[in-house]
């Protein structure tokens, strides 16, 4: 008789409500602040866990090294790293290296809303230089080479109160919204350039391949469709997703794929077929590509994603 392989009871990310966030645990009192809000904490707490939130979450690593998994992304880190989550992007931090009684501050966090900055950015034009960001995050952001900054800038936040602490959070964004050094996280993203016929008629493209993702598609029918040449087409898909259509095509199945093993105990072999491929080695090959990792490493790390249970 064969055993399924033991998966915790409920694996889906838990979803943090305001009642938990009790300034016992770190945070700041919501009738003290308002739209910015900072947090730090240490490690163990049960503020680390596999959850998500409304808000954005700009967070930065002061002590301890692990494994971070943010969305499908899983990956590693250590002091100085600085993530940005977006809203409802599920999210947690595991120390691996955790000294004996844990550590007093492993994280410097700044959690904000979104309905504020697009409100404001719509009458300030200022503003609009943070919207790209803010897209961003959907897939959750790594920069690099801001850490020192980033502690810097956290600490003026968390001094700061009313006006002074929104002009120290927008300088903080400003040094976020210019930097070059990032990597986007979890599954595909869409640069949205271009006049409003090209991004509908990409966004038209990318539905299709996320609504029917384990139909055969290829680039000669899509450009068909769109009256384009394949030559004119390629061109006109990389220069809005970042990708070429076969690779971004792989990387929606992947990260579908990604969704499927964290979220079920579905056999690999079906999870394959499901999303698109049309034969194990082929899909086996494309996961290592896009995700470092085979799918069976992949589901054995994602379940670590509830150990410490941020």
């Not at 640069?191 to 000669?220: E, M, N």
């Not at 899909?283 to 290592?288: E, S």
Request: glycine content about 6%; some cysteine.
């Amino acid at each position: 008789m064969s055993v399924k392989p033991s998966l915790p009871r409920d694996i889906r990310p838990e979803l943090e409500h305001e009642l938990a966030r009790s300034p016992d645990l770190g945070y700041e009192s919501s009738s003290e602040v308002g739209f910015v809000r900072c947090l730090s904490h240490g490690f163990p707490t049960p503020l680390a866990r596999w959850h998500y939130h409304d808000e954005y979450e700009l967070h930065l690593i002061t002590s301890t090294s692990g494994k971070v998994f943010v969305g499908d992304w899983i990956g590693p880190f250590q002091p100085g790293q600085l993530v940005l989550t977006g809203p409802r992007l599920p999210h947690n931090w595991v120390s691996l290296d955790m000294p004996a009684g844990g550590v007093e501050e492993r994280d410097l966090v700044i959690q904000f809303s979104h309905e504020p900055l697009a409100r404001a950015a719509d009458t300030i034009p200022e503003l609009r230089e943070v919207l790209p960001l803010l897209e961003r995050a959907k897939n959750g952001i790594e920069f690099f080479g801001l850490s020192d900054r980033a502690e810097a800038h956290w600490r003026r936040v968390k001094a700061s109160r009313g006006l002074r602490r929104i002009t120290a959070f927008c300088d903080y964004l400003a040094d976020l919204a210019a930097c070059t050094d990032y990597r986007l996280l979890s599954s595909v993203q869409l640069q949205s350039d271009g006049d409003d016929a090209a991004i509908a008629q990409i966004h038209a493209v990318v539905s299709r391949i996320t609504d029917h993702i384990a139909d055969p598609i290829t680039l000669a029918d899509v450009a068909a469709e769109l009256g384009m040449s394949e030559s004119r087409f390629s061109r006109f898909f990389r220069r809005a997703t970042g990708n070429t259509f076969v690779d971004f095509v792989n990387r929606v199945r992947v990260h579908r794929a990604c969704q499927l093993l964290m979220e079920s105990d579905r056999l690999i072999t079906h999870i394959c077929y499901e999303v698109g491929f049309n034969n194990v080695a082929n899909f086996n090959r494309r996961f290592l590509e896009v995700k470092g990792m085979t799918p069976s490493d992949f589901r054995k790390q994602s379940a670590n994603r509830f150990a410490g249970s941020n």
